[in-house]
């Protein structure tokens, strides 16, 4: 029997049918549900708010995204045409040569693909700080062009191992000039491939987000590092609608360069589509910026959300200068760019802790203390703290607490202490940051201790409270526990007051506390690195912010108050009244600053370790 030519059975069939469509399920229902919410007409998720595009053209409308939308088409063009013809020259050298060592030269092209991108971003920071180059638009472009590079090789020579090189060998009998040969004979030949592997890079470059955010510096940021650093704060329609744009564009680019490669030439309508696109794109990436040309720039590195687009413009009309921001998602982030040396940024906004890090390392510049003609608006509570007793080095900027969110109506009972987070009533229902020592602080204070506990017993306790309350944890999530509360997937969160208080603003039924037993503190601040290359405009700046009208602007957007005594008066009632956002003199008494707690700080390492791996 011809067993090669037997029909599949019916059932197997269908089984793989089966699977094959799961796979895809599992592959594409995200971008679906990422699309579909991108058109909610809510400011949160939710699939009945009904269907608007609104929020496209907010996003579009918007100068962070287009300014970020601008610099990723500058570098996704320039990698691209980089790559293109590097690419083309090694996949020539290779397919038609032969040399010692070409092996391995082949090889080293793999590195590029396999290796882990946080691997290649530590790498390529270190490299370029050997130059002493401050990081900006040529070190992304360069990481672009060298994980873009291998690409086209690839493509580039499995098209030109079907090349057949009579046609070349005739030609140049014929009397036609290798570089004839080469426009003529080979480079039609290899325009499919090109097309194809230059689609593909621009797509490859325009979503990469790891290794940019490692190299990025001098206000370079690109739509992907914006997206990332604005969901660590909450993902609103907004971001969904930045994110389907990028989606649907590289979705375009990718299916475009699948089709490209298999045709054995490029038909007349595809290098006008071609040709179109690439003036559009090009049009958009070297067109003029929403600023024009001053003067002088300045480069702010600061939390996403943490600012008002409002004041920055207001503040470049006043000082007739560019304010270029750049955000990062944690302080651990913040001081590895500084610590490159590479990182040239006029103002960054570190957490207390963070501050002190950065001071003892000399990573800072003193403030000129006679420009601030507005020092006078800060509260004295906030001034001389530990890390800074002079505030010879930081500015306070904004404050926050740590405590309890909680539906209303889901949690009938006052919350009034950490046992909350533990009451097996609400499994699945808990949400807790993902922060070590703020977990280890509700732990340590629910049972009377200090958050900066150096008792082994009192944090081996606090350990195994953290792993009996594991079960009932529905998640651990600091960025966007207030979206955990407005759709009722949990409802008591472990959060910050800012975030709790805009979300209070759009439920009525969420509501936070400061736990009976007290919880943590923190001041983020103003500072100015000690490369800045503009100190003297930093100044300035923190001079604007220190008004009463620009602080009470700040409240508004971050929803966290700030030290300035006179905020209030500039403050609608619902926000100036709001004890959410300006938490009380008692709930203020029960906080503590999380500090360094020194060599017993690997054990706080150790238990968290194991309490997130089980």
């Known amino acids: 029997m011809n067993w090669s030519h037997s029909p599949r059975p019916g059932w197997e069939a269908t089984g793989l049918k089966g699977v094959a469509g799961a796979v895809y399920v599992y592959l594409y229902a995200p971008l679906l549900v990422l699309l579909w919410l991108s058109f909610t007409a809510a400011p949160v998720a939710d699939f ?5 595009g609104a929020w496209y053209v907010k996003v579009l409308r918007s100068p962070a995204f287009l300014a970020a939308i601008q610099t990723s088409l500058r570098v996704a063009l320039s990698a691209t045409l980089i790559a293109l013809v590097l690419g083309t020259a090694a996949a020539l050298a290779l397919g038609r040569h032969r040399f010692r060592g070409q092996t391995w030269l082949e090889w080293l092209f793999y590195l590029p693909v396999v290796t882990p991108e946080v691997v290649v971003g530590f790498a390529s920071v270190a490299l370029l700080a050997q130059f002493g180059r401050p990081l900006g638009f040529w070190s992304v472009l360069i990481v672009h062009v060298a994980f873009c590079t291998p690409y086209v090789v690839f493509i580039v020579r499995a098209r030109l191992a079907g090349f057949d090189e009579r046609w070349r060998d005739a030609a140049l009998d014929l009397g036609a000039t290798p570089a004839a040969v080469f426009w003529h004979v080979t480079l039609p030949w290899l325009l499919p491939a090109l097309v194809g592997s230059g689609l593909l890079c621009f797509a490859l470059s325009l979503d990469d987000c790891i290794v940019t955010s490692f190299v990025a510096g001098d206000g370079v940021t690109t739509l992907p590092v914006l997206l990332y650093s604005k969901m660590k704060t909450g993902v609103s329609p907004e971001i969904n609608a930045a994110a389907g744009l990028l989606l649907i564009l590289t979705v375009v680019l990718v299916g475009a360069a699948q089709l490209v490669q298999r045709l054995q030439r490029l038909p007349r309508w595809g290098r006008v589509s071609l040709g179109t696109t690439c003036l559009g794109l090009l049009a958009v990436a070297v067109g003029p910026t929403p600023h024009g040309d001053v003067a002088t720039t300045l480069h702010i590195y600061i939390w996403s959300n943490y600012t008002s687009e409002k004041l920055l413009r207001n503040f470049e009309k006043r000082y007739r200068c560019r304010v270029v921001v750049e955000t990062y998602d944690s302080n651990e982030a913040l001081l590895a760019k500084l610590q490159t040396g590479v990182a040239r940024y006029d103002l960054i906004v570190p957490s207390d802790y963070m501050a002190g890090v950065l001071i003892r390392q ?37 404050f926050v607490v740590t405590g309890i969110g909680y539906r209303r109506d889901k949690v009938p009972e006052p919350v009034e202490h950490w046992d909350a987070l533990w009451d097996t009533r609400y499994r699945g229902r808990i949400a807790m940051l993902d922060d070590q020592r703020e977990c280890f602080a509700a732990a340590l204070r629910r049972r009377g201790a200090s958050p900066n506990s150096q008792d082994e ?10 792993a009996a309350q594991k079960p009932l944890v529905k998640t651990y999530d600091s960025a966007t526990f207030e979206q955990l509360l407005l759709n009722g997937e949990a409802w008591l969160v472990h959060g910050f007051n800012g975030q709790i208080a805009k979300a209070a603003r759009q439920n009525p039924n969420i509501a936070f506390v400061v736990p009976q037993e007290g919880g943590t503190r923190a001041v983020d601040c103003l500072a100015i690195p000690v490369n800045a290359a503009h100190p003297e405009l930093a100044e300035q700046f923190i001079d604007y912010v220190l008004e009463p009208q620009a602080s009470a602007e700040i409240v508004q957007v971050t929803g966290y108050g700030t030290p300035n ?19 009380p003199e008692t709930w203020l008494r029960r906080c503590a600053v999380i500090e360094d707690v020194g060599a017993i700080l690997p054990r706080y390492d150790y238990y968290w ?4 791996s089980r």
Do not use: M
Request: charged share 25%.
């Open 48 to 52: 009945g708010a009904g269907f608007i």
């Open 362 to 398: 000399g990573l800072l510049r003193p403030i000129d203390r006679s420009r601030l003609t507005n020092w006078h608006y800060l509260d004295p509570d906030f001034l001389h703290a530990p890390y800074d007793p002079e505030n010879r080095y930081t500015v306070p900027y904004t």
């Open 457 to 466: 017993q009192e944090i081996a306790r606090a350990a195994d409270d953290l």
């Open 565 to 583: 005594r006179a905020v209030r008066d500039f403050l609608p009632p619902d926000w100036a009244n709001n004890p959410y956002v300006f938490p």
């Open 609 to 612: 370790t194991v309490i997130k």
